[in-house]
């Protein structure tokens, strides 16, 4: 009997239907190809693998960059939660003499966002406030971002986002939030904010799922003001040539 050689097909058939049946539904870039394609094909498979590949920070901003370039439509503002979102640790767990470390991919997304005009918030619950700046200035990072809202808050950031569009004018629609808590995730998605949530960092795959999810979010945001405005005219005509009448 060939039942090891058999066992070997059917795990490679098994295997392979999991593969498509992770990939169905993803459209395929048209610009990739060959190693671009495979990478595409590892971050699609598990997005979370990503966060666990060093790759170096320059290497991180240029495919960060390429991923940007895929979207024509962009956020004004894009905002993170700091705890477990852009690092891997508590803040008041930690000693303001420590030196703290970003996830790998964060300072290359940072960093490429900005190149893109893009502009960087902070929207964290930590009680240790001092911690927090005090670890973006060893990061060489807290100049990177236009406003950081860090204080302690049972309204899950939907008071942080009130001062994060008072003190930029930019809309909800407009923004683009990170965070590794559902309930912060639901609260703010509520206010017309795109929100996406991370599991282990944000990553490529995060950064890629959150600017698909916001270019989703806005097509479907300006088709329904179509439908408003043409559904809006119809009314104003039809008043028109009952006041004629």
Same mark, same amino acid.
Not at 125 to 147: E, G, H, Q, Y
Not at 154 to 167: L, P, V
């Given at each position: ?7 070997? &097909?059917?795990? =490679?058939?098994? $295997?392979? *239907?999991?593969?498509?049946? +992770?990939?169905? #539904? ?26 666990? &590949?060093?790759? =170096?920070?320059? $290497?991180? *901003?240029?495919?960060?960059? +390429?991923?940007? #370039? ?176």
């Amino acid at each position: 009997m060939l039942k090891g050689p058999l066992s070997l &097909v059917q795990k =490679g058939k098994k $295997k392979k *239907k999991i593969i498509e049946s +992770r990939l169905s #539904g993803l459209a395929r870039p048209s610009t990739l190809s060959g190693r671009s394609f495979l990478s595409w094909v590892l971050l699609n498979l598990n997005p979370d693998r990503t966060a666990r &590949v060093e790759m =170096g920070e320059e $290497k991180v *901003k240029e495919e960060a960059m +390429r991923i940007i #370039g895929m979207f024509q439509l962009l956020p004004r503002l894009v905002v993170f939660d700091l705890d477990y979102t852009l690092w891997p640790f508590y803040c008041e767990c930690r000693s303001k003499r420590e030196m703290p470390s970003l996830y790998p991919h964060a300072k290359g997304i940072l960093s490429a966002l900005k190149d893109k005009g893009i502009d960087l918030a902070i929207a964290s619950r930590s009680p240790t406030a001092d911690i927090a700046n005090t670890f973006l200035d060893k990061l060489n990072i807290k100049s990177m971002f236009v406003t950081k809202e860090i204080f302690s808050s049972w309204t899950h950031k939907t008071d942080h986002f009130q001062r994060i569009h008072s003190r930029t004018g930019i809309p909800f629609s407009s923004m683009l939030f990170f965070d590794d808590e559902n309930r912060n995730i639901q609260a703010v998605s509520k206010m017309g904010v795109t929100s996406i949530y991370v599991d282990n960092g944000v990553n490529l795959g995060a950064l890629r799922q959150g600017l698909t999810e916001f270019t989703e979010n806005q097509n479907a945001s300006e088709k329904n003001k179509q439908k408003w405005l043409k559904k809006y005219s119809q009314n104003s005509k039809s008043s028109e040539q009952n006041n004629q009448k």
